[in-house]
Every structure is written in C-alpha cells, then in structure tokens.
C-alpha cells in the first residue's frame, strides 16, 4: 500500500473512533452537579387546569451523598422539566432546584411549603425543626437536629415571617440530619428556582 492509502484509512479509523467515544458519552447521562450533554428520551404534553405545559424527561446521574441514603451517589434519577409549571410543588417532593452562586442543580426533598407553620425546638445538643407542630425527619425517620450557622439561617425565617411559610418560598432539605448544601445554608427556595420533579 501507497503512503495515501495509509493515511486514508489512518484518518478513517479516527474518525470511527472519535463517533463511538461521543456516542458513549451522550449514553453515559448526566452529572447532576456537573452538566454534560443529556439524553432527552420523553416528552410529554399535559393539560390541567393551569393550561398545556411541555414536560421534558431527562435522565441523570448523581453526583455526591447529601440525599444519601435515599438517593444514593451514582444512581440514576429521571427530572420532569417543566413539570411545575402546571403543577403544584407539594411537601415531600423530589426537585431539582439551583440558587445564585452555584451553577449546578441540587437534589433536595421539598419539607416544607407556602402556609406552612414553622418553628425551631431547642434541645440540648442543637435544634429540631418543626413543620405544622411536627419535627420533621429523613427518610430513615431520624429527627433533623442543626447547629451554628444553620440555627442562625433559619431562625431569622422563623422571626421574620412570624413563623410561617411565605408564599412562594420553600424549605429544602438533603437527607442527611444535619443538614447540607440545603436550606440550612442558604435559607428558603423562590419557586422560581425549583427547575424540575424528579422520580426514582
């Protein structure tokens, strides 16, 4: 064989090799806390009384143990986009939210919402939180028990809007009883800011 023909079929195998490894990734998912393409696989149109709304499906992979043990690092979650805006976000809820200062989603559990009574129980290694005169709890049905900073965050909700849930904020929590990168760090959720639903 000539030198051209070598370097054809030279180029041909990179080119080859270049599509599988991009076909790959594209099947891989995506990072949760990294975005990576993603692979759109259903989309659904609904109607409710709010009116018609596009629901995106999206499949991801993630990405850290704050919603350990319920949802654990490298499991894959599917995010309804666009689910909420012709849904209402109920306590409980699985979402994705994003705030200023982090360009990534989080995973977080929807513990409490607009209405909502809301207070801080002391007790002597930190404080519970109350939801409607409840202490709320993870999925392992172990009390929420925060500290320091957290205590600070959420306590000046409690005073300023005389212990209830304002409208169109939410509380989001990590499944960890500590707290994590969750409304004890950076206070209640805009609406706004909750993205997607997400399933398991």
């Known amino acids: 064989m000539d030198k051209i023909t070598i370097f054809i079929i030279l180029l041909l195998a990179t080119i080859i090799l270049a599509l599988i490894f991009l076909s790959l990734e594209l099947f891989v998912g995506t990072n ?25 499906v999206e499949e991801k992979i993630v990405n850290g143990d704050s919603m350990s043990p319920l949802i654990k690092d490298g499991q894959t979650i599917n995010a309804l986009l666009g689910y ?22 989080l995973l977080k559990i929807i513990k409490a919402i607009p209405g909502d009574k809301f207070n801080l129980q002391q007790i002597d290694n930190g404080w519970h939180i109350l939801i409607n005169n409840e202490i709320i709890k993870n999925s392992m049905d172990e009390p929420y028990l925060i500290s320091g900073s957290a205590y600070k965050m959420l306590s000046l909700y409690e005073k300023d809007y005389k212990e209830t ?21 950076f206070g209640l959720v805009d609406r706004n800011n909750i993205i997607a639903k997400v399933e398991i």
Do not use: W
């Not at 306590?91 to 705030?99: P, T």
């Open 32 to 56: 949760m806390l990294e975005p990576k393409k993603s692979i759109e696989f259903v989309t659904d149109v609904v109607e409710n009384a709010r009116g018609e709304c596009t629901i995106k």
């Open 84 to 105: 909420y805006e012709c849904n209402e976000i109920k306590r409980n809820d699985l979402v994705l939210c994003v705030y200023a200062g982090n360009e990534n989603s």
């Open 165 to 185: 849930i304002p409208e169109n904020a939410y509380l989001l929590l990590g499944d960890q009883i500590s707290g994590t990168l969750d409304s004890t760090r």
